[in-house]
Structure formats: C-alpha cells, structure tokens
C-alpha cells in the first residue's frame, strides 16, 4: 500500500515552518495517542504515521529529499532503510518525541496523570556524520559500492559502553528511583496538573555510575575508525545526499547511533558532459567526411560504439543513442547519449590541396544556396585562409 503525503498526515501545507509542523504532529499526536484510544489499532497506526511523518519533516535534511524525491528517496537510502522512519514502534516514538509534549504522555498535562510513562530512561542519539563520496560517470550511471574509512566515536571496548568500571559500578538513581524522570503536582484552578520532566541528576538514565571506565572514563564512547560499505544506486547526480541510519557516532551509555549522511560529488569525465539524464558528445569531424559520409567510434558509459556519419552531415547535427545515458534514480528509464556534430576547418592548406578546392569551389554542389548578398562556403573560407 502506498504512503500518504507527510504533509497531509500531519493537516499542513507544503511550506509549513517548523513550528506550524511541530504543532500539527502535536494535534495528531494528541488525536491517537493510545491513551486516549485503548485497544485502538486503527488510532496506534495513525499514532505512529505522524511520528514517522514528523520525523522526516522536522529534520531539515531529511525534509529537503523528501520534497526532491517524495517516497522514492526512501529505496534510494545507501542503507536501504531510506529515512529512518518507518519501523518505529512505541518506545521508539516516545523516547525520540516525547520531549514534544514536555514529558513521555502528553495527557500527563491534559488529564490530571493517569497516563503511563512509555520509553522509560531517556535514549540519547548520537550525533550525525557528514562524508563526501566521488564517483566517476561511469560508477553513477550503473550504482557503485564503496568502502570508506570513517573515523568516528565508537563503543567503548573496554566497558561494552556502559561508561561503567564493572557491572557493580551502577547504583539506582536516588532521585528519580530509576525511572529517568521526575514528576511535578501544580495545583491550579481547574485542578491538579501534572508534568514530567528529564531527571536532573541522572540525566534521564535512571542509573549512576560509581566507578567509571578509565578507557573512555564514563563516556562509553571512544575516538575510533570503522569500514563502512556504502551501496550507491545507480543515477544520483551531484550534491544529492545519501543517509545511513545508524552508522554516525555511537551514543554515550548504550544510546542510539547517529546517521551518517554521504554527499555525492561527480568527477568529470574527460570527453562525456553529462546534462540531467543526458550524456552530451562533442564530435568533431572534417567537412570530407561530413560530405561523403563515414563510420567513426566514439566513447559512451558503457565504453566504445561505433555511429554512421550520412553523406551529406550538417555541422551542428545532434544525433542520439537511446538509452546510453545515465539512468533515474528507483527507476527503469534511463537516458540517452547525444552526439553534436561539429565540421572541423583545416587552418592550413597544402598547394595541392589549395588548388583541388579551388576547382571545387565553383561546383554548384559546394555552395550553400547563399542569399543575395552572402558569400559561399569556398569563398568565405578562401579569405579564411588567405
């Protein structure tokens, strides 16, 4: 089944602000959320639609591809998992975008309480990584896999991340009681109101940590480099990006990876432009071969190809091979090569040679049909060379 618009998911228009998108994951977020629906399939997965669509939105990197490409940008994640944003189950929504609501249940503060806190300890993302890849014509036109050495922030061998000494290094949060978060009473005139926010002391993890790692010293993160393989699809063109989730910094303390973004950079081919999913040909051939015709091999993608040349050529002529160009991205359509004719002059002329085009000159043949005041072709290039 096809997905519905992020925009419409969430009731904003295209050009929405971030505020104005903030604001309509709110009000649909608030709709379904399973506390006010119970039992409510239908509510769970529209619940979990807008979190999906305001992940993609309120990202502005992520949003800029999903206006270029739509739901076709997903398929040309270098992961294969697009986004990020599909797949998320409940704990996932909650401990990404509950601070949204001020807490893990926005009907904390709606209600009076009774909503139960989802996602227990706050989860940590670690940061995003940012890595340019050249490719060659060649690489994008039929996808490339490239294998890149990052240097990023890995987990701690040491402590298997934990920021921990040991295993008896951890003690239960005193202020919170584990719970990674703490819960404030306002009385106020309609009522009891009550908030939840992140834990002061443990910083919503719900643990501290007595004696810390003396590798990574609490961190549970280290300086370190990993071997990425990189699927590039076949057709992306420059400056397009591509996102790996997971595969950015590791988060401090078993936290959540960040995403590694991949920047296209195209490398120019020596004798092939590429203009969208065109590839553009500059040929250059003597006005003998244009007039008496010939077969000449030229270079493409996918290497030589031999094209005739017809009696009688024109400079200026664009000739085509369907299909020799770079395809489009997650689709079948692929372009065409385009060959410009150009008729390349002699600068310089034997006597021989001279004396032959002279006597060419005045064939009826060799003039262009000029108008009234116009020169032939022989004579404009007489005073060429003269």
């Known amino acids: 089944m096809s997905k519905r618009d992020y925009y419409d998911v969430l009731g904003v228009a295209k050009g929405s602000s971030a505020?104005?998108?903030k604001k309509g994951y709110r009000k649909m977020a608030i709709k379904y959320h399973p506390d006010k629906n119970p039992d409510d399939k239908a509510a769970e997965e529209s619940f979990k639609e807008a979190a999906e669509a305001y992940e993609v939105l309120s990202n502005p990197e992520k949003r800029q591809r999903y206006d270029q490409f739509g739901h076709a940008a997903n398929a040309s994640s270098a992961s294969g998992g697009g986004y990020g944003g599909?797949?998320?189950?409940?704990?996932?929504?909650?401990?990404?975008?509950?601070?949204?609501?001020?807490?893990?249940?926005?009907?904390?503060g709606f209600f009076g309480g009774g909503g139960q806190q989802r996602g227990g300890r706050r989860v940590v993302k670690g940061?995003?990584?940012?890595?340019?890849?050249?490719?060659?014509?060649?690489?994008?036109?039929?996808g490339a896999e490239k294998k890149i050495k990052v240097n990023k922030q890995v987990l701690c061998g040491t402590c298997d991340g934990t920021g921990a000494k040991d295993k008896s290094s951890f003690q239960t949060c005193k202020t919170c009681g584990g719970q990674g978060a703490v819960r404030r009473v306002t009385n106020t005139i309609l009522g009891q109101m009550q908030t939840t926010s992140t834990c002061?002391?443990?910083n919503g993890e719900g643990t501290q940590i007595t004696s810390k790692c003396n590798t990574c010293h609490g961190d549970g993160v280290v300086r370190g480099e990993e071997t990425i393989s990189?699927?590039?699809?076949?057709?992306?063109?420059?400056g397009m990006q591509l996102s790996m989730s997971g595969k950015g910094n590791a988060a401090p303390r078993g936290g959540v990876p960040g995403d590694l973004i991949i920047l296209i950079e195209e490398i120019p081919h020596e004798t092939l432009k590429r203009d969208g999913n065109n590839v553009i040909y500059d040929l250059h051939i003597s006005f003998i071969d244009a007039a008496l015709g010939t077969s000449i091999e030229i270079p493409t993608i996918d290497g030589k190809a031999k094209i005739k040349i017809d009696p009688g050529t024109q400079g200026g002529r664009i000739l085509r091979l369907k299909g020799k160009g770079v395809p489009e991205v997650n689709s079948y359509h692929r372009g065409d090569q385009l060959i410009h004719i150009n008729v390349w002059t002699p600068k310089a002329l034997s006597k021989d040679e001279r004396e032959l085009l002279e006597k060419l000159q005045n064939s009826p043949?060799?003039?262009?049909n000029p108008g009234k005041n116009e020169k032939s072709f022989f004579e404009r290039m007489k005073e060429y060379f003269e």
């Not at 990189?230 to 420059?238: C, D, H, K, R, T």
């Open 86 to 108: 599909g797949g998320m189950d409940m704990n996932d929504i909650f401990s990404q975008f509950g601070d949204i609501f001020g807490g893990g249940s926005p009907f904390e």
């Open 365 to 368: 043949n060799f003039k262009p």
């Open 127 to 142: 940061t995003n990584l940012r890595i340019k890849v050249r490719l060659s014509l060649e690489e994008i036109a039929n």
């Open 19 to 21: 505020d104005e998108i």
């Open 230 to 238: 990189i699927n590039i699809p076949a057709g992306v063109s420059e």
């Open 200 to 202: 002061p002391t443990c």
